[in-house]
């Protein structure tokens, strides 16, 4: 059989080892994305081991205590300077830290001290849902049909795990409203990064909502006292693992992949943080893996992907 012409030229005139290079940085991209995924899907599981030791308040300031050096030294090393914001501007930064960063943890381990990890991780999966749905109420941005499919269902994912047989019990559906709520101050600090007039580098930014969101929350922590009860060991490696993991190592994953990637395709990569929330609940922690979970966390991941899809032209 005679040989083939040899024709390394091939696919828009590279050669296929060029074409791999090429393709190098953007599959960087997709594992830093979703190993900061990962993370953020873990702070569940994490949450629900530190709402059994903790106060809300008290294990909030101590996350940020602990992450604060971190950004801190970051942002020396970077030779990153903070902002001086307008009076406007540093009234959004307080309320975007009372939300994203007080606000949201606490809820989060209060909900976790009444409802599964796992519900919680298919509810925090709704987080770019919610996010949209807040920017059409508030914002008034003119939803895409898309769009609206897509926060029906995450609605129905949501509903999936609140509606379902032995779930309709006084505690969880308080747990699942915190967890929502929760989810929903966090797409509140989205949307206030909106209305800042001048842009705020993200490392920079992260380092002001952690500094900020420990000095509204030392106060409330003081109030809880929680000196009077003994900590055991396995809480007190949860809270570093929260402050550290997800919140400084999460925080530089994410940017390393977005940087790597478009818009569209870091968006679909939050789908990873709700699948690991309910695996790691279900490989962990021991808990059960219903119908109306699986159901939940399917029609959350096609809500997301929805999601992405509709902001790809915007």
């Given at each position: 059989m005679p040989a083939l012409p040899c024709n390394p030229v091939q696919d828009g005139g590279r050669p296929p080892?060029?074409?791999?290079?090429?393709?190098?940085?953007?599959?960087?991209?997709?594992?830093?994305?979703?190993?900061?995924?990962?993370?953020?899907?873990s702070t569940v599981v994490v949450a629900k081991l530190i709402a059994a030791g903790l106060p809300p308040f008290t294990a909030t300031a101590l996350r940020l205590g602990l992450a604060?050096?971190?950004?801190?030294?970051?942002?020396?090393?970077?030779?990153?300077?903070?902002?001086?914001?307008?009076?406007?501007?540093?009234?959004?930064?307080?309320?975007?830290a009372i939300a994203g960063s007080v606000a949201y943890?606490?809820?989060?381990?209060?909900?976790?001290?009444l409802t599964s990890a796992a519900n919680a991780g298919v509810i925090v999966g709704t987080l770019p849902?919610?996010?949209?749905?807040i920017a059409i109420l508030l914002l008034g941005e003119r939803p895409r049909p898309a769009l609206l499919g897509a926060i029906a269902l995450a609605a129905g994912g949501v509903l999936a795990i609140t509606l379902r047989p032995g779930a309709m019990d006084a505690r969880s559906l308080a747990g699942n409203t915190l967890v929502l709520a929760a989810v929903m101050c966090e797409g509140?600090?989205?949307l206030l990064n909106k209305r800042l007039r001048r842009t705020i580098a993200p490392l920079a930014?992260?380092?002001?909502?952690t500094g900020l969101g420990l000095a509204v929350a030392i106060v409330p922590a003081a109030v809880e006292?929680?000196?009077?009860?003994?900590?055991?060991?396995?809480?007190?490696?949860?809270?570093?693992?929260?402050?550290?993991?997800?919140?400084?190592?999460?925080?530089?994953?994410w940017y390393a992949g977005a940087a790597r990637v478009s818009g569209a395709e870091a968006a679909l990569f939050t789908a990873v943080a709700p699948v690991t929330a309910v695996l790691l609940a279900f490989v962990l922690l021991g808990e059960a893996l219903g119908a109306g979970q699986i159901l939940g966390i399917g029609l959350v991941l096609i809500a997301v992907a929805g999601t992405a899809r509709a902001g790809t032209g915007s």
């Amino acid at each position: 059989m005679p040989a083939l012409p040899c024709n390394p030229v091939q696919d828009g005139g590279r050669p296929p080892a060029l074409r791999l290079a090429a393709m190098i940085p953007k599959l960087e991209g997709y594992l830093y994305l979703a190993l900061a995924m990962a993370t953020v899907g873990s702070t569940v599981v994490v949450a629900k081991l530190i709402a059994a030791g903790l106060p809300p308040f008290t294990a909030t300031a101590l996350r940020l205590g602990l992450a604060l050096p971190c950004f801190v030294l970051l942002m020396i090393r970077a030779r990153a300077a903070l902002p001086r914001p307008d009076a406007r501007d540093a009234l959004i930064l307080l309320v975007q830290a009372i939300a994203g960063s007080v606000a949201y943890t606490t809820l989060l381990i209060a909900g976790l001290t009444l409802t599964s990890a796992a519900n919680a991780g298919v509810i925090v999966g709704t987080l770019p849902v919610v996010s949209a749905g807040i920017a059409i109420l508030l914002l008034g941005e003119r939803p895409r049909p898309a769009l609206l499919g897509a926060i029906a269902l995450a609605a129905g994912g949501v509903l999936a795990i609140t509606l379902r047989p032995g779930a309709m019990d006084a505690r969880s559906l308080a747990g699942n409203t915190l967890v929502l709520a929760a989810v929903m101050c966090e797409g509140l600090f989205i949307l206030l990064n909106k209305r800042l007039r001048r842009t705020i580098a993200p490392l920079a930014q992260s380092t002001l909502m952690t500094g900020l969101g420990l000095a509204v929350a030392i106060v409330p922590a003081a109030v809880e006292q929680p000196w009077i009860n003994a900590i055991d060991a396995t809480v007190i490696w949860a809270i570093v693992y929260y402050a550290l993991v997800p919140t400084v190592g999460g925080y530089l994953l994410w940017y390393a992949g977005a940087a790597r990637v478009s818009g569209a395709e870091a968006a679909l990569f939050t789908a990873v943080a709700p699948v690991t929330a309910v695996l790691l609940a279900f490989v962990l922690l021991g808990e059960a893996l219903g119908a109306g979970q699986i159901l939940g966390i399917g029609l959350v991941l096609i809500a997301v992907a929805g999601t992405a899809r509709a902001g790809t032209g915007s």
